[in-house]
């Protein structure tokens, strides 16, 4: 019998995946968790009942909301990554000569199965890596702590889910209060063409940052295959990297970067509110 995952992402829209096996279904105190083998994408990590993460394009996320903000920033030491439980973002952190690098996700659940089910996604091990099970926005509103950069890869900001309030306007505002003078904060957005109006929504909620924008890059399994990123800045272009990778990568590179920046013309449209 053949076995296939249909995620809904918005009315009207299916994208399937042909299952070899289900790996884990349950329940955590924030949301539901599934991991499934699939045919085309390998292990693939499903939170809420939407996509977060496969064995097979997974790099093309990560590499591109990791780097452009690092490879911009000149010195960057101190990193401050929100959510990120299955491991890959710090992955691709700890490949730059930083110090340390603060994980701050509020559910256990995924840090632990993603640890037993997709080894080769995190870094768990390195002494860098400082992981703390939290909810970020508090951990943000408590804590004194400056970062060179703060990656945002949290779930969508699903109206009354649990990553909701990391999408705010004062939110934002205290990311901005603890990032250095050069500081960047990089965040996944939605689907520019699913979700118009909560992209711009984010992209206007960033105005504290006296420099904002937007680049994309593909992810096969995201809804609708092109995903979005926004990167607030203090003081640096984030469209112009200063340095350059010294180790592999299959996904960025300070060609990738610049182009990304790059926007068709309905994207900038939308951003202008025309
Ligand atoms: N790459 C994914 C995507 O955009 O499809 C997201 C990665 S997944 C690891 C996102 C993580 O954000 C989850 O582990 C979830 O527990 C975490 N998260 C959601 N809300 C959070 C909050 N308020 N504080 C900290 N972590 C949160």
Sequence with gaps: MELWYFQSYI???????????????????????????????????????????????????????????????????????????DGGASREVLKHPVEEVHLVDIDEGVIELCRRYFPQLGNWEDPRLKVLVEDAARFIKESDQVFDVIIMDSTDPIPRGVAEPLFSKEFFQQVFEHLSPEGLFVSQIEPPFFEPERVRKLWENLDMFPIVKVYWGLVPTYPGGVWTYVVGSKSLDPQKPLRKPDFPTRYYSPEVHQAAFTLPVFFKQLLEGK
Excluded at 18 to 47: H, M, N, P, S, W
Excluded at 50 to 78: C, G, S, W
Aim: aromatic letters at 12%; hydrophobic letters at 40%.
């Design 11 to 85: 009315e009207n829209y299916q994208m399937g995946l042909k299952v070899k096996e289900t790996l884990f279904c349950g329940k955590t105190r924030f949301q539901e968790i599934a991991i499934l083998d699939t045919f085309l994408y390998g292990k693939t990590l499903i939170l809420d009942g939407i996509v977060q993460t496969t064995e097979k394009d997974e790099f093309m996320y990560h590499e591109m909301l990791v780097h452009p903000a690092m490879f911009v920033h000149p010195n960057p030491r101190k990193i401050f990554i929100i959510g990120g439980g």
